[in-house]
């Protein structure tokens, strides 16, 4: 479980803030049984564009590819787990 969040967070912190296509890469899982794919770019966001502080946030892009990050996040959860009960 804790390798497919890794490859969720990373997937996630590529994917765009606008509207571009994603560009679509496809790998097998280090245990073989699960075949990962996607990845996508935010482009103008830095690394750690998640970073919660001002300094980071008030850049544009990190802001916007924050709130983008979290949006795929939840809908990825929601899928996956369905809704609590």
Same mark, same amino acid.
């Given at each position: 479980?804790?390798r497919?969040l ?23 899982s ?15 966001a830095?690394?750690n564009f998640?970073?919660?502080? @001002? %300094?980071?946030q008030? $850049? *544009?892009?990190?802001? #916007?590819a924050?709130?983008? @990050? %979290?949006?795929?996040a $939840? *809908?990825?959860?929601? #899928?996956?787990?369905g809704?609590? %009960?």
């Open positions: 479980m804790r497919l890794a490859a969720l967070a990373c997937t996630l912190a590529l994917a765009p803030a606008h509207a571009q296509a994603p560009q679509r890469v496809t790998f097998p280090l245990d073989g049984k699960t075949t990962l794919t996607g990845y996508q770019l935010y482009e103008g830095s690394h998640d970073d919660p502080s @001002a %300094r980071h008030k $850049v *544009a892009a990190n802001a #916007a924050t709130e983008d @990050a %979290r949006k795929r $939840v *809908a990825f959860f929601k #899928a996956q787990l809704t609590p %009960r």
